[in-house]
């Protein structure tokens, strides 16, 4: 019964709040319980205040003169230990998706507010300009980005590695992608580009119409018929003909 009425809550979009992109992530990760069942059993992660860095160059000095150069902004950050003890912060995105997931298990409430979340996603990224209170954004970008936070959160410091980072243990991929040359004669392949990556895109426009012309497929099958479309330059500077792109999914 308790599950049954986990399962049956929804979460609250008001009219002008523009919500929808937003729960649609929250389901995502609370319907898939090998990420909601370690999420929920952790507690302590670390808050990572990023405040913004300008790196400003001096190119010339006189008495009179001084030109500077602002170049891109990089991301600096103080780490603060966090755990249930402490409480929340309110532009901890890691704090906010915990308070969604224990209204999910404790609240009796039929319909949840993403409010926690919206906010908090709004004060971690207003330097960027994105994830603004009532704006319309993107589910597949709002998931890559509440998961690269949960990943921030999950180690002592940004330049650690992903150890016990709860994104990358249900999340996390390393894809290789190769340029491979078919014509007679060249067969040349490109250096193996390696990627860490959270979500994988496919164009669904593609896939429908794979799925349309070999309605028999599964799935995978039409994975691999959509892949084969993806066409580049040949590495070789002499050729540059048209060349498959290969992509494999490596262990970790």
Known sequence: VVLEMERSKG???EVGHN?????VC????????????????????????????QQTTTSTTTPTTTTTTTTATTPTTSTTAAS?????????????????FSNYKFSEAR???????????????RQQ????LGSLDDAAETLDAILEYIH???????????????AHKIFGMNIAEQVSCLRHGCKAQSEPLLQ????YYVNTVQLRHAAWEKPLFAFDELLNQVETQDVRECSNEKCKAPSPVSRAMLSE
Not at 111 to 125: E, G, N, S, Y
Not at 152 to 166: F, K, M, T, V
Not at 196 to 199: I, K, P
């Open 129 to 132: 300009n994105r994830f603004k």
């Open 19 to 23: 919500n929808c992109f937003l729960n």
């Open 196 to 199: 860490d990556s959270f979500s």
């Open 84 to 100: 249930s003890s402490q409480g929340t912060r309110a532009d901890c995105v890691f704090c906010a998706l915990h308070v969604i």
């Open 111 to 125: 319909v949840l507010p993403p409010d926690a979340l919206r906010m908090a996603l709004d004060a971690a990224f």
């Open 152 to 166: 921030e959160c999950s180690i002592p410091r940004p330049e650690a590695g992903c150890s016990g980072c709860i």
């Open 26 to 53: 929250i389901q995502t990760l609370w319907h898939l319980p090998p990420f909601h069942l370690i999420f929920n059993d952790s507690v302590h992660h670390y808050h990572h205040q990023q405040q913004q860095q």
């Open 11 to 13: 979460l609250r979009n």
